[in-house]
């Protein structure tokens, strides 16, 4: 714990710079990334990231040092020649862009190797740490790494700020921003602009993969809890600066921890987390949404036939068998389905069998009733055949909503109190209508 | 000797990942050879500590396991959580890759492993080790990309029909009754395998590079799968060997020199489609409507 606090106050100067970069790096990859997320080419920064490989090497073999921003510049083209690369490939013939992002990716990384090697056998020790660019080396973080990371944040800041609106018509719907008379080329060129600045500051600190990392999973988080994109924006910053910081930590506390990794374990189990647990588009919402749904539809449609029954003279009194003569249950379905309902209070148990409540009866006639309104609006508005009709209103009258409803009988001429009381295709349809 | 041995690997390696990148590249999943590259990593670590040796066949079966792990995981990710189809695979394969540099640096004291010699095998070490076969010293890799050649032919030509109509137009063979999903895992597992074991005797880069290029070479130059298969394994002939001699040239990496080669092959088979098509383009507009 006082690790911790001693950490978080950044009293250690030792680990200030780290957690510093680290969190800025995470926070605005984050961001970054979740432009490219929104246009379904997450893995871009993977093949960028790859492909700096060979601009950094040859960069050394210009310029004979190893200064980092003369390196980061190289590798600044290399990615985006990569990226033109692919849009040329993508756009020029029939290869897909998964494809075209994979064949650069190799290419590149490949002439990266043959460049690393060659350098290798030539030079000495001048041109050791130059495979910090493939690995990284959070370790070795300086405070000028923090200052540039800062710089660059603030950079992306600004132009995500002042372009905001084209960018966000750019990413949603490309076709759109074109027709509006955005140029769809520049924001292009910006997103694959902020992308490529970074990585090639943050390649260094954490190496190829975790770079890409940091670009693909915060908005992959984020998009679990939001549907708009300034949360999706701020979201997913927080989550890289939150994994970033927190990996910088274990690093900084455990002995020869990588901070790169970690931060992606953290991160990844951001990701599971929200996949599990967001609600709405967690998983355990999901099905737990969907198992209420089933519930309700079995109880609708026990309480419907049940009212059926009634009206059609069969009695009061009903159990599974005079209910599974037009709506079929399983002995086990049936019993939780009943005890269910008996717990609402829905329906009473009798020595032989159930009864309606008043409540139970009249929530079974409005499903009945629902169902009867779309069977007759299937039929005189849309067409549909007498036969068709009542198996699309067993589903629908699960969910038609007491607003579609007022709407449909306003549509067909009826009354809001139309009470259909027998099936329709039992009669002629005519004879049913309450003229308004 | 060891030139041809060399050449004959990289054109095994060549022939089937190419030709299981081939229906890869119809399903669009070309990134799965980078994805599975870096995410076997723990299994090939966890292998590692478990057996405590260097020997291969564990290390085989951590990797491949953990290969169908990962198509597992993705496959999970994308359908049951709803996550979008190339983030899954972009989180599954950094965190299992994250997972295994963990493990490596925390066990790296007592183990003789590093995430560089895992990945990154060399064709140049291919010749070192033989075993003698009618007084002919065979590489040991080249037999098991021998074998591994035989299973990736069995399974794509026993099941051809099914990969052409499932590649080619998935919806369609699912509607009318065929097992998508069964071909899915079959190519997943396949391809685990074969990158795996074209990992250790080439490297990480050039089994990705094989995986996609030839194929993409191929594709831009027809579009029949059987012609496809043919191109792709001249593409890879071809490019072990302009690989080789372009390495001696300048004298670096095989593997990378020879993922170089397969690019430049792409290059021209990207240009001379660009010129054809171009053609068609003239002539269909020339004609009067």
């Not at chain 1, 951001?270 to 998983?283: D, H, Q, Y």
């Not at chain 2, 499932?166 to 069964?182: L, P, R, V």
């Amino acid at each position: 714990m006082d690790l911790f606090l001693k950490y978080v106050t950044l009293q250690d100067p030792n680990v200030r710079y780290v957690a510093l970069a680290t969190l800025l790096l995470g926070g605005v990859s984050g961001a970054v990334g979740s432009f490219n997320f929104l246009r379904k080419k997450t893995l871009v920064g993977e093949t960028v990231a790859h492909s700096m490989l060979p601009g950094v090497l040859i960069a050394f073999l210009l310029s004979g040092v190893k200064n980092p921003y003369v390196l980061i510049t190289g590798a600044a083209i290399s990615g985006w020649l990569s990226i033109l690369l692919v849009d040329y490939i993508t756009q020029q013939s029939k290869i897909k862009g998964d494809s075209a992002l994979a064949i650069v990716l190799s290419s590149f990384f490949g002439f990266g190797i043959v460049l690393l090697t060659v350098i290798q056998s030539n030079y000495g020790g001048e041109q050791s740490g130059l495979d910090h660019y493939i690995f990284g080396n959070a370790a070795a973080m300086t405070p000028e790494d923090s200052t540039a990371f800062a710089w660059v944040s603030g950079l992306v800041l600004i132009l995500v700020l002042s372009f905001y609106h084209s960018i966000k018509s750019v990413v949603f719907n490309l076709e759109y921003a074109d027709a509006i008379g955005i140029n769809v080329k520049f924001i292009d060129g910006l997103i694959s602009f902020i992308t490529i600045l970074s990585i090639s500051v943050g390649i260094k600190a954490v190496g190829i993969v975790m770079m890409s990392a940091l670009l693909i999973i915060p908005p992959t988080a984020a998009r679990f809890w939001t549907n708009r994109l300034v949360r999706l924006l701020l979201l997913s910053g927080f989550f890289g600066a939150l994994a970033g910081w927190l990996g910088a930590f274990v690093s900084y506390s455990q002995v020869s921890m990588p901070t790169g990794p970690w931060t992606i374990v953290i991160i990844s189990l951001i990701a599971f987390i929200s996949m599990l647990f967001a609600p709405k588009r967690g998983v355990i919402y999901q099905r737990w949404s969907k198992l209420l749904l089933k519930r309700r539809i079995n109880e609708e449609n026990l309480l419907k036939t049940a009212v059926q029954n009634e009206v059609r003279g069969l009695g009061k009194l009903f159990n599974r068998r005079s209910i599974s003569q037009r709506q079929f249950f399983e002995q086990r379905l049936w019993n939780r389905t009943v005890r269910r309902l008996r717990r609402k209070g829905l329906i009473k148990k009798v020595h032989t069998g159930f009864t309606l409540s008043t409540e139970g009866r009249s929530y079974g006639a409005e499903i009945d009733r629902r169902h009867k309104i779309w069977e007759i609006y299937l039929q005189r508005r849309m067409q549909m055949s007498i036969n068709l009709v009542h198996d699309e209103a067993e589903t629908m009258e699960h969910f038609l909503t007491p607003e579609i409803e007022a709407e449909i009988l306003g549509e067909l001429g009826l009354c809001s109190r139309f009470n259909p009381l027998l099936e329709i295709h039992e009669l002629v349809p005519d004879n049913l209508v309450n003229p308004v | 000797m060891d030139a041809f041995w060399i050449i004959i690997t990289g054109f095994l390696v060549a022939s089937s990942t190419g030709m299981l990148g081939n229906l890869l590249l119809l399903r669009r999943m070309s990134m799965m050879g980078d994805a599975l590259s870096h995410a076997v990593l723990p299994g090939i670590v966890i292998a590692y500590l478990i057996s405590g040796s260097r020997a291969s066949v564990p290390l085989f079966l951590g990797a491949i396991i953990m290969g169908v792990v990962t198509t597992l995981l993705i496959q999970f990710f994308s359908s049951k959580g709803k996550m979008q189809a190339d983030a899954a695979m972009g989180t599954v394969f950094t965190f299992l890759f994250a997972v295994g540099v963990i493990l490596v640096t925390k066990y790296a004291g007592e183990a003789d492993i590093d995430a560089d010699c895992v990945l990154h095998g060399e064709i140049a070490f291919v010749p070192l080790q033989t075993s003698s076969f009618l007084g002919l010293g065979v590489p040991t890799p080249v037999w098991t990309l021998l074998i591994l050649l035989g299973l990736v032919q069995l399974v794509f030509w026993v099941g051809y029909k099914g990969w052409l109509l499932t590649s080619f137009n998935g919806e369609y063979a699912k509607s009318i009754g065929i097992k998508t999903a069964i071909w899915h895992y079959t190519l997943m597992a396949a391809t685990s395998v074969a990158t795996v074991v074209s990992f250790e005797s080439v490297g990480a880069i050039l089994v990705i590079a094989f995986l996609v290029v030839p194929a993409a070479t191929a594709y831009l130059i027809t579009d029949n799968l059987k012609r496809m298969t043919l191109y792709i394994l001249a593409q890879g002939l071809v490019s072990a060997v302009l690989g080789y001699f372009l390495s001696e040239w300048v004298g670096g990496s095989i593997s990378g020199s020879m993922a170089v080669a397969s690019f430049l092959l792409f290059a021209a088979s990207f240009v001379w489609s660009k010129k054809s098509n171009k053609g068609d383009h003239i002539t269909k507009r020339a004609k009067p409507h």
